[in-house]
């Protein structure tokens, strides 16, 4: 599932518009600044020098448009005043939205029930490590991907997308699903059954059911009508040999360093089982909470 947010590359945007900020800022303090004050201190020399002059003379002065004077050569330029205005504000969602929290929206239905369409969520930045802005470069260790977790990636085939799916196996994991139904390393998933779901994109019922994957309660659907894998969707990927594929199972041992992603509308999702394994490198964080639905305010809550 493809995750949209407001503009495009937005952390790249964010970065550029807080160092342009923040050079300005910087500059304004340590050299603009100062030659206003100069500038300033030029003309009001020359103010009071003329008043001086007329007083000797005889002439009455009038000092209130010294004030004025004074204010209008120190008075910031307009670029400059909004500059500085936005800079401690970009930088300060630029710290947030790169190391504690990031908001996404959810554009597409591949992980009904648990995402529907509209979702405004929430993704812990930190959870599985802190990176680099824009580079996504992990620099310090804090935690890994688990197994049930909602997880955020760029996606392996086009860097500038971020996906969306939950974590079905960790590196070393052996991965079999067949017949619609999980097995990770020989050991059956267990599946209780809900009854049907109407989905409201296709307006068409599937089937439904609780799914407890390593002691991670969520709800999945499946499509009776549709095959466990399709095998003409299946692209070439990094350690492709690694999976063995037919219409109604296939295998998979995820690689050193990379997960198996599978999306909750199990036969309306394209993950790992089509475009293979995502790697470390491309992890953005754990999806945690819905904080808005214009559609349905009901949806507020944790993400399970």
């Not at 050569?73 to 300060?92: C, D, H, K, M, N």
């Not at 908001?103 to 509209?118: E, R």
């Amino acid at each position: 599932m493809n995750l949209q947010v407001i503009l495009g590359n937005f952390a790249l945007i964010l970065f550029v518009a807080m160092c342009v900020t923040g050079v300005i800022w910087f500059l304004d303090i340590f050299y603009f600044a100062k030659q206003r004050r100069a500038a300033a201190d030029v003309a009001l020399a020359a103010f009071d020098g003329r008043n001086a002059k007329l007083a000797s003379e005889g002439i009455k002065t009038d000092n209130t448009s010294r004030h004025a004077i004074e204010a209008a050569l120190l008075r910031q330029p307009t670029w400059i005043e909004y500059s500085g205005s936005f800079f401690p504000v970009i930088a300060l969602v630029f710290f947030l939205r790169s190391f504690l929290y990031e908001p996404f929206k959810i554009p597409s239905s591949s992980m009904v029930p648990t995402l529907v369409i509209g979702d405004l969520i929430l993704v812990n930045k930190f959870t599985y490590g802190i990176r680099l802005p824009v580079l996504n470069k992990k620099i310090i260790d804090v935690g890994d991907p688990q197994r049930g977790d909602v997880m955020v990636f760029k996606y392996p085939k086009d860097m500038s997308q971020d996906y969306i799916k939950r974590v079905i196996g960790v590196p070393g994991d052996k991965i079999t699903y067949e017949n619609k139904r999980l097995t990770v390393n020989d050991k059956p998933v267990t599946y209780t059954a809900k009854g049907d779901y109407l989905e409201d994109e296709g307006l068409e019922y599937h089937q439904l059911f609780d799914e407890n994957l390593a002691n991670v309660q969520h709800q999945i659907l499946n499509n009776k009508n549709k095959r466990t894998i399709e095998l003409g969707q299946v692209d070439n990927f990094p350690n492709r040999e690694a999976c063995v594929y037919s219409y109604e199972k296939f295998t998979c041992i995820v690689p050193e360093g990379n997960y198996f992603m599978m999306g909750d509308n199990r036969d309306n999702s394209l993950d790992s089982r089509y475009w293979g394994f995502v790697p470390n490198k491309n992890i953005v964080g754990k999806a945690f909470f819905v904080w808005m639905n214009l559609g349905n305010w009901k949806r507020i809550g944790g993400i399970h």
